[in-house]
């Protein structure tokens, strides 16, 4: 089945469908910088494009993209998001209609879209269904926590799916309920001191202040600042709104979600469990369920955009291979139609 990924990113949501045996024809993103990480990563085209002032049809005119099976993608949701306090008025929040133009324009037999919760409590989201119910797709969507479906993080998504048939039946298939820990997936690293690099790609220590290492020092595994002695606090502390600054992750529990602050301790819950610093991009990297052979950016920085932004793979290979079960059935169901 041909796939055109959206808001591509890195291609997290590529990699896992061309692992439930999808071929990704072309991945597409306005920023530079991830397509060329794309581009390392992937066999298919990586396209610079700024999708929301470049019609479908131009667009296909222009990269010859022609008859896809599926397009999938995650249209920036920082708008939706509960960080950014649910901001109706962030313009990003209209890219999901972008997503849908595409998906008219291409008329593939299934599509998938990933995002934040927060999209559930806005009103164009019951326009989106409405318009893909329209355009004569089944569609459903849910709500899905990443540890149930082989993910070391409880980091929490809406996927929609569209379909010719029956969509309710791709995502009721998806999830296993196994739930790997922080340990499983980055317990054998290599030890690194704060600042310290190492020859695997991403797996760069980020660098502390001192006087942030003496606070990290004195969090324990599944604590966080409100743990401290109150000389170490932060002034502007406050329990009920910083609940994760500082917070050390726990070996034995999934991870929190990885967002592109876990560079840094006081944006979250991304202290390492034993060493006293904040992730790595690789660390970040494995709690996201991307391999080790995928390589990201040389600037930690850059890398933790990459790789907070992104789709985990493991999540997107699962629905792609309920979806690819989906198919064989509608297809054997057609055929012996057929032969009736």
């Known amino acids: ?14 990699y896992g469908l061309e692992e439930a045996g999808f071929d990704v024809v072309a991945g597409v993103d306005h920023d530079e910088d ?44 920082q708008g939706f998001s509960n960080a950014n306090m649910n901001n109706g008025d962030d ?14 324009y291409f008329d593939p037999d299934y599509f998938l879209m990933e995002n934040v919760v927060g999209i559930l409590s806005d009103s164009r989201y019951e326009d989106l269904l409405q318009r893909f119910e329209d355009m004569g797709y089944d569609v459903a969507y849910e709500n899905m926590l990443a540890t149930e479906y082989g993910i070391p993080q409880k980091r929490r998504r809406v996927i929609t799916v569209g379909s010719r048939d ?19 997936a980055i317990g054998d690293l290599p030890v690194l001191e704060v600042g310290e690099d190492s020859d695997m790609n991403a797996h760069t220590a980020p660098n ?56 840094r301790n006081g944006s979250g819950r991304f202290t390492h469990p034993e060493q006293h610093r904040a992730l790595t991009p690789r660390e970040a990297a494995r ?11 040389e600037d930690i920085y850059q890398a933790s955009k990459e790789i907070g932004n992104a789709v985990p793979p ?10 690819q079960i989906q198919d064989s059935i509608t297809t054997a169901v057609q055929n012996q139609g057929i032969a009736d």
């Open 314 to 323: 493991e999540l997107a290979r699962r629905i792609g291979n309920s979806i």
């Open 208 to 263: 502390h202040r001192s006087d942030t290492v003496e606070k990290i020092k004195r969090v324990p595994q599944g604590g966080d600042m409100g743990d401290l002695p109150e000389e170490y606090q932060l002034k502007s502390y406050d329990p009920e709104r910083h609940s994760c600054c500082y917070g050390r992750l726990e070996w034995d529990e999934p991870a929190d979600t990885i967002t592109t602050g876990f560079l």
């Open 287 to 297: 709690l996201q369920s991307f391999p080790d052979s995928f390589k990201f950016s």
């Open 166 to 184: 029956i969509s309710k039946e791709i995502l009721d298939h998806v999830s296993t309920k196994d739930s790997p820990t922080v340990k499983d």
């Open 34 to 77: 991830v397509i060329e990480t794309f581009n390392e990563n992937h066999s298919a085209r990586g396209i610079v494009a700024d999708l929301k002032n470049t019609t479908p049809e131009d667009f296909d005119e222009e990269y010859n993209i022609g008859d896809v099976d599926s397009v999938s993608g995650g249209p920036p949701c």
């Open 1 to 14: 089945m041909k796939v055109l990924d959206l808001f591509c990113g890195v291609g997290g949501l590529s």
């Open 91 to 104: 313009e990003r929040n209209n890219l999901i209609f972008t997503f849908a133009d595409y998906v008219e």
